[in-house]
């Protein structure tokens, strides 16, 4: 596991870093709470945070509190505080700041790795509830629910981005000719297709999908949105009987204003995506396209290609 280890003795530091080492762990070792509270934000990956009490910079109790705000946050973390007053009150105090456990200075190596094999199972058990919270259950990738909190992430940073809303042309046709299995596979075949997007894609509804893109332009976006549609419609979905088919999808690309909140943000790709479907399928469309006073009829001049075949309409 990573460890982060503050302690403000350096000979503390030195022993139960061996110790750690020892026992298969990475540690990074921090003699003031402020500098370890600055590695915890940093990003970093950490498994576990051992803080003394007695440290320079924020207390280690601060620490601690600070430290399960990061856990509550979605990001496993599990924290043992460790100070040389095992008295009651103490243990209490650490416990009610926000630490998981609690051990006496200096540990004695069994109970040390008893309580990190603790940690372990702990941060396992977490991350298997963040995954089935987040997670599509078909697809693997995140749910509406974890792409509408990254797409707030990108507007409470203020970092520039676009995105691309994509649904499968004639689903319905799919599911009714070749069955709910063969719907299935069409959707993991276009999951599949923007696996390259782990982090940043999501199925958001029964066949629709968005991909996130931080610092793309809408230009920039819709030239990524022809090349995944090119290689979609260019992919052949496996049935089971090797029966074989292509799909094809549309795809609706819009950049954030400065002044968008995430639902107008998405709202105008959904616009986008809507004049896609109605323009002939197969084919992206910029918001820009259609949603200016001047724009010609929806933008629906970009044409679709690659090998997908169109189904019959079920709806025509």
């Known amino acids: ?14 022993l139960m870093t061996k110790m750690l080492h020892d026992n298969g762990h990475e540690v990074a070792a921090f003699g003031d709470g402020t500098d370890a509270l600055a590695h915890l934000h940093s990003g970093a990956e950490v498994d576990v945070l051992m803080t003394s ?15 399960r ?37 200096p540990p004695a190596l069994p109970e040390l790795y008893a309580r990190l094999r603790a940690a372990e199972r702990m941060n396992q058990a977490q991350r298997e509830l963040v995954r089935l919270a987040t997670r599509d259950f078909l697809t693997g990738l995140f749910n509406r629910r974890a792409f509408f909190f990254k797409a707030e992430e990108l507007i409470r940073n203020r970092v520039p981005a676009s995105v691309l809303l994509l649904d499968i042309d004639y689903f319905k046709h799919v599911n009714d000719t070749y069955g709910h299995d063969g719907g299935d596979l069409a959707l993991i075949a276009v999951a599949k297709a923007i696996s ?3 982090g940043r894609a999501a199925r958001v509804g029964g066949e629709e999908f968005a991909i996130l893109l931080p610092e793309i332009s ?9 090349r995944l549609r090119f290689d979609i419609a260019n992919t052949a979905v496996m049935l089971p009987g090797n029966q074989e088919i292509s799909i094809t999808i549309s795809i609706g690309v819009a950049e954030r204003d400065p002044d968008d909140n995430v639902d107008e943000w998405v709202k105008r790709s959904d616009v986008a ?33 690659g090998r997908g075949k169109r189904a019959p309409d079920p709806l025509a």
């Open 218 to 226: 809408e230009a920039d976006a819709y030239e990524e949105a022809e």
């Open 196 to 198: 390259a997007y782990a």
């Open 273 to 305: 995506l809507y004049a896609a479907k109605t323009g002939g399928r197969n084919r992206s469309v910029m918001a820009e396209d259609v949603m200016a006073p001047d724009a010609p009829s929806a933008g629906l001049a970009r044409s679709g290609g």
């Open 69 to 105: 705000l990061i856990a509550n946050a979605g990001r496993p973390l599990y924290v043992i505080a460790m100070s040389s007053n095992t008295d009651i009150g103490h243990l209490v105090e650490a416990l009610d700041s926000g630490a998981d456990d609690f051990v006496s200075k």
């Open 1 to 14: 596991m990573q460890i982060v280890l503050v302690d403000a003795s350096r000979v503390t530091l030195k």
């Open 53 to 67: 009490f007695e440290i320079p910079g924020i207390s280690g109790l601060q620490l601690c509190w600070e430290a």
